[in-house]
């Protein structure tokens, strides 16, 4: 698989965890479009993480269901991370 599909599948799987993180963690929510958005740049900046640390599936050089998957997972994940961490700071700072 060529960097740049494994790139789209990530940026996809992050604003896919954006959104599943916004509608779990209501109070870190940013609003559907906002969620997306955050999403896929943390599912582009997790894929390339992992593809930084060395970990085999992120990244994708292979085409198998293992490395797929691999890209689906550190995308959503990082979406969803990076959607908790900047509404944890959106909260605290409007309560100041």
């Given at each position: 698989?060529?960097?740049?599909?494994?790139?789209?599948?990530q940026l996809?799987?992050?604003?896919?965890?954006?959104?599943?993180?916004?509608?779990?963690?209501?109070?870190?929510?940013?609003?559907?479009?906002?969620?997306?958005?955050?999403?896929?740049?943390?599912?582009?900046?997790?894929?390339?993480?992992l593809k930084?640390?060395?970990?085999?599936?992120?990244?994708?050089?292979?085409?198998?269901?293992?490395?797929?998957?691999?890209?689906?997972?550190?995308?959503?994940?990082?979406?969803?991370?990076?959607?908790?961490?900047?509404?944890?700071?959106?909260?605290?700072?409007?309560?100041?």
């Open positions: 698989m060529s960097s740049t599909v494994a790139l789209i599948i996809i799987s992050g604003a896919l965890g954006g959104n599943l993180a916004g509608g779990l963690l209501k109070k870190l929510s940013l609003g559907t479009a906002l969620n997306s958005i955050v999403g896929i740049l943390g599912g582009g900046l997790g894929g390339q993480i930084a640390l060395g970990v085999g599936f992120a990244g994708g050089g292979s085409a198998d269901i293992g490395g797929i998957i691999g890209n689906i997972l550190g995308g959503g994940v990082g979406g969803g991370v990076l959607l908790a961490i900047i509404g944890a700071i959106k909260n605290a700072l409007s309560k100041k």
